[in-house]
C-alpha cells in the first residue's frame, strides 16, 4: 500500500494537517482507532494537547488517538515474542559489560587503553550504531582500516555473546514486523490507520516496521518542511525509506523574505543573552501570554543550559525540559560516585574531605532521648535509641589538616591517632592554667573530634574495601545499597527537595539494575562495579518539570512540533550554531560513508540544527535570536552565525549591560529592579556624581537593609577616615564582650603577643580577640615547616643543655665544651628527629634526609658558636625554658612595671639564661631562620618598630625569678644558630635600652584598650610566600588594603602607632590627595 504523503510547515500548520489526517483516517467515527507515530514524546504530547485544543465537525477534543515513537510500537508489537523468548531488552549498560568481557578475552586494537572507562563508552557506543548495519555494510566498514576491522569485530562478538538473553531495537523491530505479516487484520483491528507526524532521522530497521504496519493499516505521513535544502535532507531522506516523497516548498529567501517576527540582537556574552532572554519571557507574560507557550533553546548545551535554568530560578519563572541537573550530578549520584573512588584515589585527605563536604553523609548516633518514628533500639543497650546525624565536616577537615594526614589509611591512622594524643596532652598541660582554660578545651575538643573521625574513616574504608569480595553482580549492588543506606541519607533524605528525591530514586533503580549482569560480564569487581554505575547514570536523561507548566528549555530540537507564541534562541554564532564538532575517534565520517547513509555522520548535524532552528521560528509567533559578540569565559570574538543573517538580517547591537538594562521595558526579578532604581537615578541627575548619603534614599536601596550597610562600608572605606570598617573599634562597640586591656585588668599577655600588635593590630584582633587561626594545608609541605624545625632545634638545645646544667658539667666561661658533650648533642638531636619524624610531621622521605643531615651538621656548629659568645661575654648557662605564667611551669605570671602607676602580668619562657662572673644576666632567645629581619636591631633601635619586644621583658622577668638586682648589668642577644642565619647574635645591654621598650609597651597596651586594630599589610612587592595570612587569606596580595592604609595614615587615631612603627613618617602622598566621599 502507497503512503500518502502531506508536506507541511512545522508549527500549528502541522498540527492542523494532523487534526485533518486523523479526522480523515476516523471516517466519521470518533471512537475508532488510530495510531500516530512521532520522533519523540514531546512531539506526541504536544501533538496530543493540540488535537485536544482543536475543534471538528463541532466537537472539540479527541478520543482512541495512541501516540507512539517507533520504538514504542515496536515494542506493543514484538515485545510478548521477545519475553516468550526470555529475551530483555538491552541496555546501555548490558551492552557495556559485554563490552568489557570482549576486551579481555582479546583487546586488540585497544591493548593498554582496553580498560579505560573512555573506551569502554565509545565502543558501547558505536556497537548501538553498528546494529543497523547489514553484514555486507559492516564488511565493507571493516575494510577501511585496521581499527575499524577491530570495532566491527568487537561488535560481532558483543552481539553474539547477547544474542541469548537480550533483544536490541533492531530484533525487536523485526520480531515486530513477523508479528504484523503473520495476522495484517489483527494489527489493523488494533492499531487502526497509522499516520506518521513529523519524521526526522528513521533508521533502516524503524523504516522496515512502518511499512509492515502501513501496509496493514494504511499509512499518511505528515511530514514537515522548512524550505531550506540542508535542513529537509534527513526528513527528505527517511520519508524516502518509506517509499514516498517529499514535496517541500520553494527554498527560504534572504533577509527580504523573513518574517517580520523576527527579531536579533547582538550582546556581550552568553549571560547577557540569558538576560534579554527572561526579560522578553517577562515582557511576554505582561503581555498576556501563557509561560507554557514560551521557549528559550540553544544549540550547545554549555553554558546555556546552567544560565537559562539559574536565570529563570533566580526570577521565579517555572520552567520545563532541559536541565543542569543530571542524575549523574544529582545529589546521591556524585555522592555515590565519589564515594565509590576515594579506594581507586588513594583515600587522600583532599578527596575524603572534598566527598564529606559535598555529600549528604549521615551517621547512627546514640540518642536516649530519641523517640518516634526514627529512634531505633539497639546498638548499646536495649533501651538505647539512634538518631541520623550529619557529619561535622568541616570541623573533621581542621583536625585532619592538623595532623598532617595525607593518604592510604595507614596515614589515617597513624597521625590522627598520634594528633588525638598530642591534643590530649595539650589539654592536660592547660588544665591547671585559668586563663589558658579555653586553649585546653579546644585542644580536648580536638581530641575527641580527630578520634571520631578516625573511627568513622576506618570504618568507611572497611566498608569499601568489603572482606570477603563480592564475587557476583548481585552481591555487588547488594553491598552498594548498603552503601546507600548508611552514609548517604538514611532518613534524613526525607528531608531533601523533591527533585533530589526522584532522582536518588532512579539512582536506587540503577543499583538495582547492575545486579541483573550477572551472566553478562563474568569478572565482576568494585572498580567494574563503579564505572558500571558511572555509565547507568550518564544515560539516565532527567527532565524537568512537565511540559507547558513554564518556559520550554532545551536544545533547539526539543521544541521540535510544540505551538509556541515566543522563542528565544540563545547562542547565534558561528561555533556553536552550528556546532563545532569534532570526528569521531572510532569512525570517522570518512569510514562511515561506506554504509550508505545508515551510519549518521558528524556531517549531518548542521543540517539538523538548522532544521530544528527553522522549525521553532516557523512554529512561534515571535522569534528572537541572540548573538554573543564575545566570550568572557575564553576572551575571544565570536562572528554572527550564517543563519541569523539569513532569517533577520543584522542583528541590533547592545552595547553593554547597562545598556541593555536601560532599555528593557521590565526588570526581570529583584535585583535588576534594584539595579534599574540606581540607573535611573543616576540618569535623572544628568550624569552628575552623586553623594552616598543621596544613593542611600533611592527607594530601591532604602527598603533593602544590607544594601544599606554595604553602602555605610563602602563609604567608611573609602574615605581618609579610620573608622570601625577599618578596625577602629573604641568604646562601646566589643570591649564590654572581648576587649580587655593586657595592663591595669587580670589579662596575661606575652612578648609576641604585644608585638603582633605591633606588626599588624587587625592580625592581633583575628588571633587573639576572635581566636581565628589559619588551618595549614599538609598536602603543600613537602619539607618540614620551618615552625616545626625550629620548635626541634629548641627541644634539643634544651634538652642536652638542661641535662649539662643538672650534671654540673657546663664548661666555665671561656672553656670549651668537651667532645663527650658534643658526641651527646648529636646523639640527643638524632633522637629527637627520629621522634619527630614518627610523628609524620617532617614531609617527604627524600627532603627529610637532606633536612636531618642539615639540622645534625647544625648542631655540631652550634657547639663552637656557643663556646664563641661564652667567651665573649664571660657566661656560663645557668637556665633552660625558663617558664613563668605558663602551665606547669614553677612561676606564674611576672609583674612588670610599664610606667604610669601602672603593670602587666606577662607569661613566657627564655630559651636560656646564662650567668656572668659580675652578676649580670645573659637572656639568649634562639632563631633558625635568616637573620635579615633583626639588621637594625641595637641600642639605637632595640624594639624595630614595637616588633622586638623579648630581650628587655625576659631580661624583667629572669631578674625576677633569678633574684638579680636591677642595678646589675645584663644583655640580651637573639642567637642565630643555623647555617642559613650564618650562626650569627644580634642584641643589646637591656638596662640601656628598658626605658625605649617600655614606652613602646606603653604604646601597645594603649591600643589593645582602645581598640585599635587598622590592618597594615607590608608594602606589595612579589614574595614566594604569605607574609600574614590575616592580611593576605587567599595569597592574592595586598595592593588594595596597603592603598587602603596610606589613605588613611594620616587620621589622629593611627598617630600613637605610626609613631611606634614608623616614627620618621612624612604625609604620605595618598593621604594628601584622598579626602572623604561627600
Given amino acids: 500500500m502507497a503512503f500518502d504523503c502531506i508536506t507541511t510547515a512545522y508549527g500549528p500548520a502541522a498540527h492542523d494537517a494532523l ?27 504536544a501533538a496530543r494537547r493540540a488535537l485536544g485544543r482543536r475543534t471538528h465537525n463541532g466537537t472539540r477534543g479527541i ?27 538491552v541496555t546501555m549498560t548490558v551492552i557495556a559489560a559485554a563490552v568489557r568481557t ?10 593498554g587503553v582496553e580498560t579505560h572507562p573512555a573506551t569502554e563508552r565509545a565502543l558501547t557506543r558505536a556497537h548501538r550504531e553498528l546494529s543497523e548495519l547489514g553484514d555486507g555494510q559492516l564488511r565493507a566498514l571493516a575494510a577501511q582500516s585496521l581499527r575499524a576491522a577491530d570495532v566491527v569485530r568487537i561488535h560481532r562478538q558483543v552481539a553474539a555473546d547477547l544474542e541469548a538473553g537480550f533483544s536490541n531495537e533492531q530484533q525487536l523491530s523485526r520480531a515486530a514486523v513477523a508479528a504484523v505479516r503473520a495476522d495484517p487484520s489483527a494489527a489493523a483491528r488494533q492499531l487502526g490507520p497509522m499516520i506518521v507526524f513529523l519524521p526526522q532521522r528513521i533508521t533502516d530497521s524503524q523504516a522496515g516496521l512502518l511499512r509492515a504496519v502501513g501496509a496493514a493499516t494504511g499509512t499518511t505521513i505528515v511530514a514537515g518542511a522548512t524550505g531550506a535544502e540542508d535542513a529537509d535532507a534527513a526528513v527528505a531522506a527517511s520519508v524516502g525509506r518509506l517509499g514516498a516523497e517529499l514535496d517541500a516548498p520553494a527554498r527560504r529567501g534572504g533577509p527580504a523574505g523573513a518574517s517580520a517576527t523576527v527579531e536579533a540582537l547582538s550582546v556581550s556574552d552568553a549571560d547577557d543573552e540569558v538576560r534579554h532572554a527572561v526579560r522578553a519571557v517577562v515582557d511576554a507574560a505582561r503581555a498576556g501570554t501563557p509561560l507554557g507557550r514560551c521557549a528559550i533553546v540553544y544549540g550547545v548545551e554549555s553554558p546555556y543550559v546552567r544560565l537559562i535554568s539559574d536565570a529563570l530560578d533566580a526570577a521565579g519563572i517555572p520552567r520545563c525540559g532541559a536541565t543542569s541537573r543530571t542524575v549523574e550530578t544529582s545529589l546521591l549520584g556524585r ?19 572534598a566527598w564529606l563536604a559535598g555529600a549528604p553523609v549521615s551517621v547512627r548516633r546514640p540518642d536516649p532521648d530519641a523517640g518516634g518514628p526514627d529512634g531505633e533500639a539497639g546498638g548499646d543497650g536495649p533501651a538505647a535509641r539512634h538518631r541520623w546525624q550529619g557529619v561535622p565536616s568541616a570541623a573533621w577537615e581542621r583536625e585532619a589538616r592538623a595532623a598532617r594526614v595525607e593518604s592510604g589509611i595507614d596515614s589515617w591512622r597513624r597521625r590522627l591517632a598520634r594528633y588525638a594524643e598530642d591534643c590530649t596532652a595539650e589539654a592536660d598541660h592547660h588544665a591547671a592554667d585559668e586563663e589558658q582554660a579555653w586553649r585546653g578545651d579546644m585542644h580536648r575538643r580536638s581530641a575527641e573530634r580527630s578520634l ?9 574504608h572497611a566498608d569499601l574495601d568489603p572482606r570477603p569480595a563480592p564475587r557476583t553482580w548481585a552481591e555487588l549492588a547488594g553491598w552498594c545499597q548498603k552503601l546507600i543506606q548508611k552514609y548517604l541519607g538514611g532518613r534524613l533524605r526525607r528531608g531533601w527537595p523533591d527533585e533530589e528525591r526522584q532522582m536518588a530514586e532512579r539512582v536506587d533503580r540503577a543499583v538495582s539494575r547492575l545486579g541483573d549482569l550477572d551472566g553478562t560480564d563474568d569478572e565482576p569487581s568494585v572498580a567494574a562495579f563503579g564505572r558500571a554505575l558511572r555509565l547507568e547514570l550518564e544515560g539516565a536523561a532527567h527532565r524537568h518539570g512537565r511540559l507547558g507548566a513554564g518556559v520550554l528549555v532545551g536544545p533547539v530540537g526539543l521544541a521540535l512540533g510544540v505551538e509556541l507564541d515566543l522563542a528565544v534562541v540563545c547562542g547565534m554564532a558561528e561555533g556553536t550554531f552550528p556546532a563545532r564538532r569534532n570526528d569521531d575517534a572510532l569512525l570517522p565520517d570518512r569510514e562511515r560513508l561506506v554504509a550508505g547513509g545508515d551510519l549518521p555522520t558528524r556531517a549531518d548535524r548542521p543540517g539538523d540544527d538548522h532544521r530544528g532552528l527553522l522549525a521553532v521560528v516557523d512554529a512561534a509567533g515571535r ?38 538594562l536601560r532599555r528593557t521595558g521590565f526588570p526581570a526579578h529583584a535585583q535588576e529592579y534594584d539595579t534599574r532604581c540606581v540607573l535611573d537615578w543616576h540618569d535623572a541627575r544628568d550624569h552628575a556624581a552623586g553623594s552616598w548619603s543621596e544613593l542611600a534614599q533611592i527607594p530601591g536601596v532604602r527598603q533593602r537593609p544590607e544594601l544599606l550597610r554595604g553602602i555605610e562600608l563602602r563609604r567608611a572605606r573609602l574615605s581618609s577616615r579610620l573608622t570601625r570598617f577599618d578596625g577602629n573599634l573604641p568604646a562601646g562597640d566589643l570591649r564590654g564582650a572581648v576587649l580587655a586591656r593586657p595592663a591595669g585588668g587580670t589579662e596575661t599577655t606575652s612578648a609576641s603577643r604585644l608585638e603582633m600588635w605591633a606588626g599588624c593590630p587587625h592580625a592581633y584582633f583575628m588571633r587573639h580577640v576572635l581566636r581565628v587561626e589559619a588551618i595549614d594545608d599538609a598536602d ?8 616545626e624545625r625550629g620548635s626541634l632545634v629548641h627541644r634539643i638545645l634544651e634538652r642536652w643543655l638542661a641535662e649539662a646544667i643538672a650534671e654540673g658539667a657546663v664548661p666555665a666561661p671561656g672553656a670549651c665544651w668537651p667532645e663527650s658533650w658534643r658526641t651527646h648533642l648529636l646523639a640527643v638531636g638524632e633522637q629527637e628527629c627520629d621522634r619527630l619524624a614518627v610523628r609524620g610531621m617532617v614531609g617527604r622521605k627524600l627532603y627529610w634526609e637532606h633536612d636531618r643531615r642539615q639540622i645534625l651538621a647544625d648542631l655540631a656548629r652550634f657547639l663552637d658558636f656557643d663556646d664563641e659568645q661564652r667567651t665573649r661575654h664571660r657566661s656560663q648557662p645557668v637556665a633552660v625554658e625558663l617558664g613563668f605564667g605558663t602551665p606547669h611551669s614553677a612561676s606564674g605570671p611576672v609583674s612588670v612595671e610599664i610606667g604610669d602607676g601602672r603593670s602587666m602580668s606577662v607569661r613566657g619562657s627564655i630559651d636560656r639564661v646564662d650567668a656572668t662572673p659580675q652578676g649580670g644576666l645573659l637572656v639568649v632567645d634562639y632563631k633558625t631562620g635568616s637573620a635579615r629581619a633583626y639588621e637594625k636591631l641595637g641600642p639605637d633601635d632595640p624594639t624595630l618598630g614595637g616588633r622586638r619586644l623579648q630581650l628587655v621583658l625576659y631580661d624583667l622577668a629572669a631578674r625576677s625569678l633569678l633574684g638579680v638586682a636591677d642595678t646589675a648589668g645584663g644583655h640580651g642577644a637573639y642567637w642565630f644558630v643555623s647555617a642559613k642565619g650564618q650562626f650569627s647574635g644580634v642584641g643589646y645591654a637591656t638596662d640601656a635600652a628598658r626605658r625605649q621598650v617600655l614606652e613602646a609597651v606603653n604604646t601597645i597596651v594603649d591600643g589593645v584598650g582602645d581598640g585599635l586594630f587598622p590592618l597594615h599589610p607590608d608594602e606589595p612587592v612579589w614574595r614566594p610566600w604569605v607574609p600574614c595570612d590575616y592580611c593576605d587569606p587567599d595569597g592574592m596580595g ?24 614608623d616614627p620618621g613618617r612624612e604625609r604620605s602622598e595618598a593621604a594628601q590627595s584622598a579626602g572623604a566621599p561627600r
Avoid: C
Fill in 19 to 45: 487534526a485533518q489526517a486523523v479526522a480523515r483516517a476516523k471516517g466519521g467515527d470518533p471512537l475508532a482507532p488510530v495510531t500516530v507515530v512521532v520522533p519523540n514524546h514531546y512531539v506526541g504530547l
Fill in 63 to 89: 478520543a482512541a488517538v495512541a501516540f507512539h515513537t517507533a520504538y514504542d510500537l515496536a515494542e506493543r508489537l514484538g515485545g510478548a515474542e521477545m519475553a516468550a523468548e526470555g529475551r530483555r531488552g
Fill in 102 to 111: 570482549v576486551l579481555r578475552r582479546d583487546p586488540g586494537h585497544f591493548r
Fill in 335 to 353: 555522592s555515590l560516585l565519589d564515594m565509590l573512588a576515594l579506594r581507586d584515589r588513594g583515600f587522600s585527605r583532599r578527596v575524603v574531605m
Fill in 452 to 460: 571520631e573521625l578516625l573511627s568513622f574513616v576506618e570504618e568507611l
Fill in 623 to 660: 522569534s528572537l535570536l541572540l548573538h554573543p559578540r564575545g566570550d568572557l569565559r575564553r576572551a575571544a570574538d565570536r562572528s554572527p552565525s550564517r543563519w541569523l543573517t539569513e532569517e533577520a538580517g543584522a542583528a541590533d547591537p547592545v552595547p553593554s549591560f547597562v545598556a541593555g
Fill in 780 to 787: 603543600d609541605e613537602h619539607r618540614i615547616s620551618p615552625l
Fill in 1038 to 1061: 595586598t595592593r588594595d588594603q596597603w592603598r587602603d592604609f596610606q589613605r588613611k595614615r594620616d587620621d589622629p587615631a593611627l598617630a600613637g602607632y605610626l609613631d611606634l612603627v
